[in-house]
Nanobody, 115 residues
Framework: QVQLVESGGALVQAGGSLRLSCAAS????????MGWYRQAPGEQRELVAT???????KYADAVKGRFTVSRDNAKNTMYLRMNSLKPEDTAVYYC?????????WGQGTQVTVSS
């Protein structure tokens, strides 16, 4: 059973920065693709950013230029660096990793951006 554990969520003022971490129970090298998703109250879960095994990244339009996804194979961890945070970034952020066709999710970490 693969486990993913997010951390780094916090309350931050608009314009501030945070770095989320997603620690995996196996090397992140073994995930075909990993990603960050978020879900705001009353909203559907949405894709934020993804990173493939070869390091190719993709971002939602709403976060392009502000967020950066990365992965450290040696530390079994994926990161999401979030800059210039806006109140609309407030959500629970979830880590996802797909390995051998199986999608694995973390429990989520809360990010709250105050105006």
């Amino acid at each position: 059973q693969v486990q993913l554990v997010e951390s780094g969520g916090a309350l931050v003022q608009a314009g501030g920065s945070l770095r989320l971490s997603c620690a995996a129970s196996i090397s992140v090298f073994y995930f075909n693709i990993m990603g960050w998703y978020r879900q705001a109250p009353g909203e559907q879960r949405e894709l934020v950013a993804t990173i493939t095994a070869d390091g190719t990244t993709k971002y939602a339009d709403a976060v392009k230029g502000r967020f950066t996804v990365s992965r450290d194979n040696a530390k079994n961890t994926m990161y999401l660096r979030m800059n210039s945070l806006k109140p609309e970034d407030t959500a629970v952020y979830y880590c996802n990793g797909v390995r051998s066709g199986v999608s694995n999710w973390g429990q989520g970490t809360q990010v709250t951006v105050s105006s």
